[in-house]
């Protein structure tokens, strides 16, 4: 359920190294999910995202990977710098049937933050 | 790089007035959404969009929403009579597989 005051979990690191930011997601139906990186006072910025038939993606200095058995999803960061610092959020969507032409909507994790200490 | 942008950046208003937020999706998309955000909590569904309809909505989406693509560009949500709890960070987005966000737009209610 929803809590109000939500206190993120947080994770800090050192510049240089890596980060792995975790999130289980909730549907088993998902299949399609996004990683998303949000700054103070910003909208949610697109990182990566995996369909469900793979369990491994990688991008510039970002890597996915899923585990649809345990419903578990991580971002690993590689060489983490200070602009990355931020709030990650996880995001599932899992298909619709009864509307047309729907893609279904993205269903938020509650976010983690990421905090690099130079 | 293509953006979907948010008009106004900020908005303040008063209980029970009504409020336009404003967006201008991707333009080769053809899935549109907004979300809110409420102060240090979760991004939250509001209403998906396709083909001229509202093709999903939350419970949070009440009468007192409503959506519309008035022309080839813009994507709006109304909000009709505005209360305290409407508050927060108000996120358009737009898709073709990923679904990219603006930059919000801030409602306070006061």
């Known amino acids: 359920g929803e809590s109000v005051g939500l206190h993120l979990p947080t994770l800090s690191v050192q510049e240089g190294d890596n980060s792995i930011i975790n999130c289980a997601y909730s549907?088993?139906?998902?299949?399609?999910f996004i990683w998303y990186k949000q700054e103070s006072g910003k909208g949610p910025q697109f990182i990566i995202d995996?369909?469900?038939?793979?369990d491994k993606r990688q991008g510039q200095r970002v890597t996915v990977l899923l585990n649809k058995t345990v419903k578990h999803l991580s971002l690993q960061i590689a060489a983490t710098q200070p602009g990355d610092s931020a709030v990650y959020f996880c995001?599932?969507?899992?298909?619709?049937?009864?509307?047309?032409?729907?893609?279904?909507?993205?269903?938020f994790g509650k976010g983690t933050k990421l905090s690099v200490k130079p | 790089e293509p953006e979907v942008t948010q008009t106004p950046s900020h908005q303040v208003t008063q209980m029970g007035q009504e409020v336009i937020l404003r967006c201008v999706p991707i333009?080769?998309?053809?899935?549109f959404y907004w979300y809110r955000q409420i102060l240090g909590q979760k991004v939250e569904f509001l209403v998906s969009?396709?083909?001229?309809?509202?093709?999903?909505k939350s419970e949070i989406f009440d009468d007192q929403f409503s959506v519309e693509r008035p022309d080839g560009s813009n994507f709006t949500l109304k909000i009709r009579s505005t209360k305290l709890e409407d508050s927060a960070m108000y996120f358009c987005?737009?898709?073709?597989?990923?679904?990219?966000f603006g930059q919000g737009t801030r409602l306070t209610v006061v």
């Open positions: 987005a737009s898709s073709d597989t990923g679904a990219f």
């Open positions: 549907n088993s139906a998902s299949d399609y």
């Open positions: 995996i369909r469900s038939n793979m």
């Open positions: 995001a599932e969507r899992f298909p619709v049937r009864n509307y047309g032409g729907s893609q279904g909507n993205l269903i």
């Open positions: 333009s080769n998309h053809l899935y």
């Open positions: 969009f396709y083909n001229n309809e509202i093709s999903e």
